[in-house]
């Protein structure tokens, strides 16, 4: 027995450790009005995983059901698609004219060019929005896309873009213009990479506000 002290004798036996207190149950989960959970994406397709055969004793399986999902994002592949429009020409049985078929590209191509209109907004994103250099995007639709572009065309579709949006600019400007109290911010940052702000119009960008209403623009110089 261990002399008392001043707290009086002690407690339990000298050199053991108290046990420690039991742990409370969990309280259960306040149900939630709505489940903030990862959503699961429309699958594009489908890949079905069944067993063949028995590990055990090598006999072969039949029918089943769906045990679970797993889901898997991927990017597609997708190689450069070179579209040959073959333009056909017929003759007239009654008097004799010939008739070539027209080739409707409206909105598939601009003029007589010969990139899409769907590519030359994508080179013209990767310049103004992520800013890269002609190099880096030479190298990149080189890479994913198979496609071998020099610097000339590259640059060329930051023009061929800010001329489609002239219009839209000047109204722009116009509606700005016209407002009694204009908030803006010009910097002077270039909109283009260094490769393409000599020959490219879209210079500067400016964010203007009216009453709220933010807007941005590309100034031809």
């Known amino acids: 027995m261990g002399r008392p002290g001043k707290g009086g004798p002690p407690k339990g036996m000298p050199g053991t450790k108290p046990s420690e207190p039991k742990p409370k149950?969990?309280?259960?989960?306040?149900?939630?009005?709505?489940?903030?959970?990862?959503?699961?994406?429309i699958p594009t397709e489908t890949v079905d995983h069944d067993p063949a055969t028995c590990p055990a004793c090598q006999t072969a399986l039949a029918g089943g059901w769906r045990?679970?999902?797993?889901?898997?994002?991927?990017?597609?592949?997708?190689?450069?698609?070179?579209?040959?429009?073959?333009l056909y020409a017929?003759?007239?049985?009654?008097?004799?004219?010939?008739?070539?078929?027209?080739?409707?590209?409206?909105?598939?191509?601009v003029g007589r060019r010969r990139l899409s209109t769907r590519l030359v907004s994508f080179v013209a994103t990767m310049q103004t929005e992520l800013r890269l250099p002609v190099r880096q995007i030479r190298a990149l639709l080189r890479t994913v896309y198979g496609l071998a572009l020099s610097q000339g065309p590259i640059v060329a579709c930051a023009r061929q873009v800010a001329e489609a949006g002239a219009g839209l600019v000047a109204q722009l400007s116009a509606v700005v213009r016209a407002s009694p109290v204009v908030h803006a911010d010009e910097t002077g940052c270039s909109a283009v990479p260094r490769e393409a702000s000599r020959a490219s119009p879209a210079r500067s960008r400016r964010h203007s506000r009216r009453w709220g209403t933010a807007w941005r623009a590309s100034r031809a110089g």
């Open 25 to 41: 149950p969990p309280k259960p989960r306040r149900p939630r009005p709505q489940a903030f959970v990862r959503p699961r994406g």
């Open 67 to 86: 045990q679970r999902t797993r889901e898997v994002l991927d990017l597609p592949e997708s190689p450069l698609r070179v579209i040959a429009h073959r």
């Open 90 to 109: 017929r003759q007239c049985p009654v008097c004799p004219r010939r008739v070539v078929a027209k080739p409707g590209l409206r909105g598939v191509v």
